[in-house]
């Protein structure tokens, strides 16, 4: 009888238990979907839930709610669970590490690129990663792949392809001209040193790419990649400079010369070979590889004033910046995390946007920006345009009125967007296909 009686305590207890974690467990995961579907909401509001480019797709027959995916990604609040399940919300934010791809331990996840709402267009690109136009190849984002290991990864192999195919002809002054430095064209450069080809490298900007022209220092790599003239680089988590230095030291050690500050803005092929117009210089070649990726050339303002120094278009190490007056231009994240890493660093901040209010940008963003400018850290001013930089001030007009403000001023941020690559490509005669959920990444395939 006693033996029965301990058996039912002892069942009991145990049911109890079960009973209390699987409650927490329903409200914790309640609590998860309500978050989840409060930021989905937020960002359908701000207009970064319908993604722009590379995004995972969930499928919810086969999704098992394990979060792997929503751990893995080192972005954060791309994806959330709601119900059990895994669901984009900042989409349009991916920069398609495809990590929560790897770590999906039912392979749930696919990458895509494009939605049937919102298509992408991608310039037409074969294995080789050649165009319709014969010489003309694509590496790196603008064909469609992001990440820092792929741009490499193509970079190299599309010269390779190249080295291939060539045919040496006397008429032309390089075998082969790289336009743009990013991870694919420093990729790209490299391998044709070591293939002895004769080559220029032309990049718009200073070298180093997109990365540099986001204020976040951290970069992360979700698998090792294979650098020409290297061997295997094995930094998951790096910062930018770490980066830099790699690119540059590897530049020096093999004597190469990149053409900084050179914007290429003409290709045509003229029966073999192809004369490159920049706004420097006029080149000939019988290879041209794009690896300009997809964020296009800085937006500029066109005013009196903008070709001085003290302006630029990206911000690369604000902690070197502090105690100035700085001006940033610009209504879209990257003007405002700009604007708020330079507040930080004891700067007298401007924020000069033409909108009536931000839109488009991450919620978070939006908190920050918010509450700095609620603070006085940073001095917000919506329906204003820059009418003329001065050496020592700048002069801003106001929309509504047309009265002109005129600021102390030692540095000005221009971070306004771009123009995208698609007129480029299409002028030059490339094939461009619009992409509606096209599937780049798939189990299996
Ligand atoms: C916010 C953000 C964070 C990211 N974080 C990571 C990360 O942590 N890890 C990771 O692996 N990837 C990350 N990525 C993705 C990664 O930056 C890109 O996939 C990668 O830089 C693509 O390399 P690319 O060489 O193809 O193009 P890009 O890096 O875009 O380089 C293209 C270069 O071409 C130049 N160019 C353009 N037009 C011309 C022209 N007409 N003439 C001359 N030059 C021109 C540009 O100035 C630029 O330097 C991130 C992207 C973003 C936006």
Known sequence: MEIIFENIIVYSVVF??????????????????????EKIEKAKEFGIYEPIS????????????????VAACPEKD???????????????????????????????????IGTEKRGVDLPH??????????????????????LIK???????QAVE??????????????????????????????????????????????????????????????????LPLYGKVKLFETTKKQLLDLWNELLSKNNIKINEFEKVENIEKVNDYFIIKTNKASYTSAGVLLAIGRRGTPRKLNVPGEEKEKVAYRLIEPELIQKQNVLVVGGGDSAIE?????????????????????????????????SASKLKKVKVLFNTNVKEIKDETVLLTENSNSNILEIENDLVYILAGGELPTAFLEHTGITITKKFGDTILKHGK
């Open 338 to 370: 700009s604007a708020i890493l330079l507040a930080e660093e004891y700067n007298n901040v401007t924020l000069s946007y033409r909108g009536e209010s931000f839109s488009r940008v991450k919620p978070k963003n939006l908190e920050k920006i918010t």
């Open 150 to 156: 792929n741009a490499v990864a193509q970079g190299k």
């Open 54 to 69: 590379l995004h995972p797709v969930v499928d919810t027959e086969t999704c098992i709610g394990t979060g792997a995916c």
């Open 161 to 226: 392809n190249f080295s291939k195919k060539k045919n040496t002809s006397s008429k032309v002054q390089y075998d082969i001209i790289i336009v743009g430095a990013g991870p694919a064209g420093i990729s790209a450069t490299l391998t044709s040193e070591k293939s002895g080809l004769k080559y220029l490298t032309i990049e718009q900007d200073s070298l180093g790419g997109t990365v540099y022209n986001f204020p976040r220092a951290k970069i992360v790599m979700t698998s090792p990649m294979y």
């Open 16 to 37: 109890l238990l079960i009973a209390i974690i699987f409650f927490v467990y329903l409200r914790v995961s309640a609590k998860k979907s309500r978050v989840t579907s």
């Open 125 to 146: 690109i074969s294995q080789e990663f050649e165009t319709n136009i014969p010489g003309l190849f694509i590496a790196g984002e603008l064909g469609g792949m992001g």
């Open 78 to 112: 791309i994806l959330g669970m709601a119900n059990g399940q895994a669901h984009t919300i900042n989409a349009s934010r991916c920069v398609g590490h495809g990590a929560c791809f790897h770590a999906c331990p039912v392979e749930a996840i696919t990458l895509c």
